[in-house]
């Protein structure tokens, strides 16, 4: 059975309150993973047909109602494990929860520069050392990652995004209890956090700087070296294999040397 842990519970008290957008995934995870923002596409900029656009609507909605959709799992003790499937299709309503969304999508179902293709594929390389194993099955990294924005603004483009909210955003993880919480923190949003605030905010160093020409990242450790923090580009379209094994790497190399079981 799902276990609630109070920082998250007290959590998604305060942002049921707010409105505020938590995130995805398992609360319990050691692994944070922020992207730049939510894609949606609600004024059908991709041209599409009118189911495409329901879908699009209703994401949106889904996306306002994450921490009230929190609260009912916490309040009814919902496990993955007791999720319904999600059946796609053009009359299928959108039937998504936040602790595992779009359960039993299959990673062929999505083009190969897609963000989740490139979670997949970090999640395997960090949890099985294999990249292969991210073709053609589940996608799972929910089990093992928590997923939130930078932007609490969705939009198709990045470039047309509302970035007005990322400010009170930063500072809405700083004093987050639950985001603190996390061991790993992968800032895959580029330029819409810079060095100094991540010091900031999550309170660690600078470290080094990993990758090649434009497929770089950035790691960051604290005082104790029990919280590493990269920073890196968003995990989407061309970005290479290579990066994703050098900060998987990284990764992997820290939670075995914290003692955390990753096999």
Same mark, same amino acid.
């Given at each position: 059975?799902?276990?609630?842990?109070?920082?998250?519970? *007290?959590?998604? *008290?305060?942002?049921?309150? #707010?409105? #505020?957008? =938590?995130?995805?995934?398992? $609360?319990? +995870?050691?692994? &944070? =993973? %922020?992207?730049?923002? #939510?894609?949606?596409?609600v004024e059908n900029k991709a041209n599409r047909d009118k189911h495409y656009v329901r879908f699009q609507r209703e994401c949106l909605e889904d996306f306002k109602k994450?921490?009230?959709?929190?609260? &009912?799992?916490?309040?009814?003790?919902?496990?993955?494990?007791?999720? $319904?499937?999600?059946?796609?299709?053009? !009359?299928?309503?959108?039937?998504?929860?936040?602790?595992? $969304?779009?359960?039993?999508?299959? @990673?062929?179902?999505? *083009?190969?520069?897609?963000?989740?293709?490139?979670?997949?594929?970090?999640?395997?390389?960090?949890?099985?050392? /294999?990249?292969?194993?991210?073709r053609e099955k589940e996608f799972n990294f929910h089990h093992n990652f928590f997923l939130t924005?930078?932007?609490?603004?969705?939009?198709?483009?990045?470039? !047309?995004? /509302? *970035?007005?909210?990322?400010?009170?955003?930063?500072?809405?993880?700083? !004093?987050?209890?639950? =985001?603190?919480?996390?061991? %790993?923190?992968?800032?895959?949003?580029?330029?819409?956090?810079?060095?100094?605030?991540?010091?900031?905010?999550?309170?660690?160093?600078?470290?080094?700087?990993?990758?090649?020409?434009?497929? &770089?990242?950035?790691?960051?450790?604290?005082? !104790?070296? @029990?919280? &590493?923090? =990269?920073? #890196?580009?968003?995990? +989407?379209?061309?970005?290479?294999?290579?990066?994703?094994?050098?900060?998987? /790497?990284?990764?992997?190399?820290?939670?075995?040397?914290?003692?955390?079981?990753?096999?």
């Amino acid at each position: 059975m799902m276990e609630y842990l109070q920082p998250f519970r *007290k959590e998604v *008290k305060e942002c049921i309150k #707010t409105g #505020t957008y =938590i995130g995805s995934g398992n $609360p319990n +995870s050691k692994i &944070l =993973i %922020v992207g730049k923002e #939510t894609s949606t596409d609600v004024e059908n900029k991709a041209n599409r047909d009118k189911h495409y656009v329901r879908f699009q609507r209703e994401c949106l909605e889904d996306f306002k109602k994450n921490a009230i959709k929190w609260g &009912l799992n916490i309040k009814n003790q919902v496990d993955a494990n007791s999720l $319904p499937v999600w059946i796609g299709g053009k !009359d299928s309503p959108l039937i998504s929860n936040p602790l595992f $969304p779009f359960k039993s999508l299959q @990673t062929n179902q999505l *083009k190969e520069g897609q963000t989740w293709r490139k979670y997949q594929k970090l999640h395997d390389l960090i949890f099985f050392g /294999d990249i292969s194993l991210s073709r053609e099955k589940e996608f799972n990294f929910h089990h093992n990652f928590f997923l939130t924005e930078m932007n609490n603004s969705p939009a198709k483009y990045s470039r !047309d995004a /509302d *970035k007005s909210g990322i400010s009170d955003r930063k500072h809405f993880f700083k !004093d987050s209890v639950f =985001i603190q919480g996390f061991p %790993v923190v992968v800032l895959a949003c580029s330029n819409y956090i810079n060095g100094d605030e991540i010091k900031e905010i999550f309170n660690v160093s600078f470290n080094k700087q990993g990758g090649k020409r434009k497929q &770089l990242f950035w790691t960051h450790y604290n005082s !104790d070296y @029990t919280k &590493l923090v =990269i920073h #890196t580009r968003q995990l +989407s379209t061309n970005v290479s294999n290579d990066l994703l094994i050098e900060i998987a /790497d990284e990764i992997r190399h820290f939670l075995r040397q914290k003692e955390v079981n990753i096999d």
